[in-house]
């Protein structure tokens, strides 16, 4: 092979590498460069088109080692597809910062970008500039998002009675319950809306609009089925007490939370200890007892009724704190210590020297509960000092519906946090897309210059959204999608949208298909933003990577 490198040695002897053919290292310029890019990026969001919606078709993620994830949630399979295209990586980073600032939309994202890429090219080949195309895309984007806060609408979110939130007709469970939409949790929906819209309210601040998502936890945990799932007005801790004669309930708890552990010190490293009599070994289980026993007088006298320790102890340790009447769990990991400290206002505490009194967590009630069908048993933390944290306990009979019931938990209680931070929505089923394609396409005539085409493209682009959600569902995307045109235009009504359930009327306002303005506002910017960076790379060097 001519590229392979080949060893030589000079007059002195001194070896050297001759690497042949060093200019076929893998490079892609310009034009072709854009090209290949959109095609990549085009993969992606083809990959994604099909499962928009709430008829989206799910996809079956095998990983590496052969675990299998069934899904439609776009956020999840983006972060588990593996692509070998440097831009495809790109634009999967990129999208991912939709789910992770507002918690959905991450595939209409995708599918955007992928429409404005595809848009894109028609106009390069033309021979437009890709920077004039998107320049262009930039302001066209501007108008869309003016449209969008023109057709917003506000939500109803009672902040005098908080409990009618929870009913069903109010619009915070009305939104929670359309973003369950299209996830396997289908027959739980009211029930998973009831979920998130009371977990939300429980850490939010409606006066000062603000969601402290740092109080709210979602543990999924195997066993039972769906419906077992609630809301548990505290934290849980996958853990029991440390001897199982312990007591499994406790009132008025005094936490002690501890990150040493119950044992007496060790001799350092390098040191050894060696008992050679009866006597010394007895010395030293002296000892041992005695610091045993100061570890526990300091946890009693700082008041304490109740222990939990990062580390573990041993039996002899645990059977002196079960004679002296102090239920301890063991082993609880670095962050649910965080959080049980957050939850009952107590502090960590590195050293038994420093056990105060102020320094213990406060919770009404711990309980220890069986988990249903398996043995498992779990520490429920109820009546916390801190009475905002909340945690939603998710149960299913296998892995694969806790995971995906986790992650549609967590799309609706970003929706329902996006909504009390700002309750103005524009309604979904590709109404607000058809909305702004309309007025971007109106810009466009109105344009002289050369923006007209990247704002023709932009529209066109749009309504990829409203095709997609036809498509999925069986409708013919075409004359749906002209159908509501002629409509929108007709009624000047923003509302109409794709019939995706087959419910008999266009108007989403109406059957409540709502989306976050934040949230609409944020894809159309992210796309747009996506498209750019992608067309303003026209040059791809691999380094170090020759092509043999
Ligand atoms: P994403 O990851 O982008 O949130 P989804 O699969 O959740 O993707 O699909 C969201 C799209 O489906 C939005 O355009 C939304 O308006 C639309 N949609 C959701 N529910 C309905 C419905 N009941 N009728 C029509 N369209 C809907």
């Not at 990062?310 to 965080?338: C, H, M, T």
Request: glycine share 8%; hydrophobic share 40%.
């Amino acid at each position: 092979n001519l590229s392979k490198p080949v060893f030589a040695q000079d007059e002195m002897g001194r070896p050297f590498i001759i690497v042949k053919d060093q200019g076929n290292k893998k490079r892609s310029h310009g034009l072709e460069a854009i090209r290949s890019h959109i095609l990549a990026a085009g993969q992606v969001s083809n990959i994604m088109r099909t499962s928009l919606g709430p008829r989206g078709l799910d996809k079956i993620l095998i990983s590496p080692d052969g675990d299998i994830n069934i899904t439609n949630d776009g956020a999840t399979i983006l972060s588990e597809i593996q692509l070998n295209n440097e831009v495809a990586k790109l634009m999967v980073e990129l999208s991912k910062s939709q789910d992770e600032e507002i918690g959905d939309g991450t595939t209409g994202v995708v599918v955007l970008a992928g429409a404005l890429l595809d848009q894109a090219l028609e106009l390069i080949e033309k021979g437009i500039h890709p920077i004039k195309v998107a320049n262009g895309y930039d302001k066209a984007c501007k108008i869309a998002i003016a449209n969008l806060d023109r057709i917003a609408d506000t939500v109803h979110i009672d902040s005098e009675n908080i409990d009618a939130n929870l009913s069903k007709d109010s619009d915070l469970f009305r939104a929670a319950s359309t973003s369950l939409g299209s996830k396997i949790v289908s027959k739980c929906h009211d029930q998973f809306a009831r979920i998130a819209v009371e977990s939300v309210l429980n850490v939010a601040n409606l006066e000062r609009k603000d969601v402290d998502f740092e109080l709210l936890k979602v543990e999924g945990k195997l066993g039972g089925s769906l419906e077992d799932s609630k809301v548990i007005k505290g934290v849980i801790l996958d853990k029991d007490f440390s001897h199982p004669q312990m007591p499994k309930e406790i009132t008025d708890a005094k936490i002690a939370i501890l990150t040493c552990p119950f044992e007496p010190p060790k001799p350092k490293t390098k040191h050894k200890l060696e008992v050679e009599s009866v006597e010394e070994f007895k010395q030293l289980q002296e000892y041992e007892q005695g610091k045993f026993k100061q570890m526990i007088k300091d946890v009693k006298d700082a008041g304490a009724n109740m222990v939990i320790c990062q580390w573990g102890f041993d039996d002899e340790a645990n059977y002196l704190l079960l004679s002296n009447e102090l239920p301890a769990v063991r082993w609880v990991g670095g962050s649910e210590i965080e959080t049980i400290a957050i939850a009952t206002k107590g502090r960590i505490v590195p050293r038994f020297e420093d056990l105060t009194p102020e320094k213990l967590g406060h919770a009404g009630k711990i309980r220890e509960v069986p988990l249903g069908t398996t043995r498992e048993r779990i520490l429920v933390i109820e009546d916390c000092a801190n009475p905002k944290t909340v945690t939603a306990l998710i149960r299913g009979s296998n892995k694969m519906i806790v995971d995906e019931a986790t992650r549609s938990l967590h799309d609706s209680l970003c929706v329902v946090r996006n909504l009390i931070k700002d309750s103005r929505v524009v309604y979904g089923g590709g109404s607000a897309e058809i909305s702004c394609s309309l007025t971007v396409t109106e810009a466009a005539d109105k344009q002289k210059g050369i923006d007209q085409y990247a704002f023709r493209a932009f529209a066109q682009a749009l309504d990829i959204i409203p095709m997609s959600l036809a498509e999925n569902s069986g409708q013919d995307p075409i004359q749906t999608l002209t159908n509501l045109k002629a409509q929108h235009v007709k009624n000047d009504n923003a509302f109409l949208g794709v019939d995706c359930l087959g419910k008999g009327s266009n108007d989403m306002k109406g059957q409540f298909v709502i989306e976050t303005l934040i949230g609409k506002r944020q894809q159309l910017l992210l796309a747009t933003q996506l498209a750019r960076m992608v067309l303003k790379i026209n040059d791809v060097i691999v380094t170090g990577k020759d092509q043999y």
